[in-house]
């Protein structure tokens, strides 16, 4: 049975960082491209993904600069490193996998999901 299972998640000040680290199971994990999606109300988006080798990633161009997506193919675990947190960052945060992908922004290419971590950003 796979399972990815996200942690990290917590409430942060505005200008803070948070590290949320998925963990995953029951796949061959290096066969699988990684992304990270947030959804707050009314809204979900495509955050940052990385190729089951690691060698590409992607971001919304609206995060890049602040937040960094790596994963560790030995410990199974993608992470995704939140620095310069806004308001707006405020979302539940889900990792999903993608087999043989390269890192989709479609939220639809993806065949697994976590059951996220929510991530608060007060002001």
């Known amino acids: 049975q796979v399972q990815l299972v996200e942690s990290g998640g917590g409430t942060v000040q505005a200008g803070g960082s948070l590290r949320l680290s998925c963990a995953a199971s029951?796949?061959?994990?290096?066969?699988?491209?990684m992304g990270w999606f947030r959804q707050a109300p009314g809204k979900e988006e495509f955050v940052a993904s990385i190729s089951f080798s690691g060698g590409s990633t992607y971001y919304a161009d609206s995060l890049k600069g602040r937040f960094t997506i790596s994963r560790d193919n030995a410990k199974r675990t993608v992470s995704l490193q939140m620095n310069s947190l806004k308001p707006e960052d405020t979302a539940v945060y889900y990792c999903a996998a993608d087999r043989y992908g390269l890192g989709s922004e479609r939220s639809n290419d993806y065949d697994y999901w976590g059951q996220g971590t929510q991530v608060t950003v007060s002001s």
């Open positions: 029951g796949l061959t994990f290096s066969h699988y491209a």
